[in-house]
Nanobody, 114 residues
């Protein structure tokens, strides 16, 4: 399993970013996938997932602001981040599986400044 995240950066409060995750080494189209994040000094937080059929689920903290999607032809997972808040600052990781516990990539840093 190899997961490579990209797309993070610095955003203003209320701004947007789009994260990408390139997946390889497993059957992406038949796998549930998830996004998790970890802020400094805090535990990992599950924020969104797609089940194997492609149906999304979200944590309450991001529901209505973030959108998870995938392109099975590109073996890629995405996370659209809208209406960003300072508390969204974290390293974001994609993970194989629904719960975010089946390994993750190197992560991409998202910093939201006010």
């Amino acid at each position: 399993v190899r997961l490579v995240e990209s797309g993070g950066g610095l955003a203003q409060v209320g701004g947007s970013l789009r994260l990408s995750c390139a997946a390889s080494g497993f059957s992406f189209s038949s796998s549930a996938m998830s996004w998790v994040r970890q802020a400094p000094g805090k535990q990992q937080e599950w924020i969104a997932a797609l089940n194997s059929a492609g149906s999304p689920s979200y944590a309450p903290s991001v529901k209505g602001r973030f959108t998870i999607s995938r392109d099975v032809n590109k073996n890629s997972l995405y996370l659209q981040l809208n209406n960003l808040r300072p508390e969204d600052t974290a390293i974001y990781y994609c993970s194989k599986g629904f719960s975010g516990t089946m390994g993750r990539g190197q992560g991409t840093q998202v910093t939201v400044s006010s």
